[in-house]
T-cell receptor
Framework: DAMVIQNPRYQVTQFGKPVTLSCSQT?????MYWYQQKSSQAPKLLFH???????NEADTPDNFQSRRPNTSFCFLDIRSPGLGDAAMYLC?????????????FGPGTRLTVL | GQNIDQPTEMTATEGAIVQINCTYQ??????LFWYQQHAGEAPTFLSY??LDGLEEKGRFSSFLSRSKGYSYLLLKELQMKDSASYLC??????????WGAGTKLIIKP
């Protein structure tokens, strides 16, 4: 089945230790998104790729970086995780950025920072 | 600023009907989405409205009034598995999704 896959589902890291989360998709969608979601809060968009065009949200901390080496894969790098970065990280894709292009989400990676 | 408002929590009884409201103020409007999110899981798409009126999809219906900046999600014949958070999101003029914080729906037997 075509889908959005995230690995790992659960990630534990130590304060300040770099971590990389991965997302892959078999939908052949042009757009990939990374969201951060904390408990009982709305998902917060960190950045998105439209094909290879990288779009960073103005309030995304420099501590967060992203790479999209090809259409199928996208990575989220957290260079020096702090306790406040503990959250669910959601990857989503959409065919395009038009009005009817629904975003489809992966299962998420829950990050714990010790 | 951009704002999406929805109730924090609602409780309903199995077999009943519940309506979850969403009001929005955004820079532009290119459609409104409802997503369902079970605890610890990713959001899953429920519905999309861009024109005024009611869209029905099985037990779930979604209504939109653009002039009032208002939408609701109607769930009929509630089942225990419907216990989840329901997120309202608006696609703004830059085609960015603006998300509400979600309404936690608790279903009681």
């Amino acid at each position: 089945d075509a889908m959005v896959i995230q690995n790992p589902r659960y990630q534990v890291t130590q304060f300040g230790k770099p971590v990389t989360l991965s997302c892959s998709q078999t939908l052949n969608h042009n757009v990939m998104y990374w969201y951060q979601q904390k408990s009982s809060q709305a998902p917060k968009l960190l950045f998105h790729y439209y094909d290879k065009d990288f779009n960073n949200e103005a309030d995304t901390p420099d501590n967060f970086q992203s790479r999209r080496p090809n259409t199928s894969f996208c990575f989220l790098d957290i260079r020096s995780p702090g306790l406040g970065d503990a959250a669910m990280y959601l990857c989503a894709t959409s065919r395009d950025r038009g009005t009817t292009d629904t975003q489809y989400f992966g299962p998420g990676t829950r990050l714990t920072v010790l | 600023g951009q704002n999406i408002d929805q109730p924090t929590e609602m409780t309903a009884t199995e077999g009943a009907i519940v309506q979850i409201n969403c009001t929005y103020q955004t820079s532009g409007f290119n459609g409104l989405f409802w997503y369902q999110q079970h605890a610890g899981e990713a959001p899953t798409f429920l519905s999309y409205n861009v024109l005024d009126g009611l869209e029905e999809k099985g037990r779930f219906s979604s209504f939109l009034s653009r002039s009032k900046g208002y939408s609701y999600l109607l769930l009929k014949e509630l089942q225990m598995k419907d216990s989840a958070s329901y997120l309202c999101a608006v696609l703004d003029s830059n085609y960015q999704l603006i998300w509400g914080a979600g309404t936690k729906l608790i279903i009681k037997p």
